[in-house]
């Protein structure tokens, strides 16, 4: 692995995407891999352009820059395709967009195009190689990568204390279209009553964007008296 040159593009935003090249890149140097990370957005690309360049490897977390992209009609590479974003969630949002606008980034036909232009299709989820399957050609191979686990992390730490309830149920999903809580929030009230015990919901990673929609539902239909709602995202250290 010595030698090889591996750049990670992604906008420094904090996003799944952000989080997902950041672990691969950790992940990478701990492999002895000379991994970077680069923001496709950055005020100076003239310096990205000389230190990145020549790399073996150039993985597109969310963009690559506009001087990469005409950079790659000239290179004679291998493309790979790891598809991360939810099949659901790229078929939704395609859908939903604005078609008024010029120019939209249309998510499901780049689906299309990198299932049958890629030299290899990888997934890290069973489900989503399944789904992918029935979309390519018969004797196409969808190649299922599970993700490492980062078991220096991922070890028994002292307990900050229970959430409040119990039970007690927590939801810390981003709120993407297809991950939203409406469909809890709605039911809640018709469950927890007749939940055992004094059963409380925690839902976390709530946009603040969003409150206006969600709070006046849960206040009306009873659901904010047995939930805890906030836009909390915990950082490494409280995790």
């Known amino acids: 692995m010595s030698g090889i040159k591996v750049c990670h593009w992604t906008m420094f935003n904090g996003s799944g ?3 997902v090249a950041e672990t691969m890149c950790a992940a990478e140097k701990s492999l002895g891999i000379d991994s970077h990370i680069a923001n496709p957005f950055a005020a100076k690309q003239e310096d990205l352009i000389d230190k990145f360049k020549n790399f073996d490897i150039h993985v597109s977390h969310t963009y690559f820059p506009e001087w990469f992209k005409r950079a790659l009609t000239k290179k004679d590479w291998k493309l790979v395709w790891l598809g991360h974003g939810t099949p659901e969630y790229i078929f939704y949002d395609s859908y939903y967009q604005d078609t008024a606008r010029h120019g939209i980034n249309d998510g499901m036909m780049l689906q299309q195009y990198y299932l049958s232009h890629s030299d290899a299709i990888v997934t890290h989820w069973p489900r989503h190689a399944a789904i992918y399957k029935t979309m390519v050609d018969k004797h196409t191979p969808v190649h299922t990568v599970p993700m490492g686990v980062d078991l220096t992390f991922w070890k028994p730490q002292p307990s900050l204390g229970k959430f409040s309830g119990s039970p007690s ?16 929030l709605v039911a809640w009230p018709w469950v927890y009553p007749r939940a055992n015990g004094n059963a409380v919901l925690h839902v976390t ?5 969003l409150h206006r929609w969600l709070f006046p539902l849960i206040n009306r239909n009873g659901a904010s008296y047995a939930c805890h709602i906030s836009p909390t995202m915990w950082d490494a250290a409280s995790l």
């Open 17 to 19: 995407m952000n989080n």
């Open 205 to 209: 990673r709530f946009s603040m964007d």
């Open 169 to 184: 149920l927590l939801c810390a999903e981003n709120t993407h279209i297809i991950k939203l809580p409406y469909d809890l």
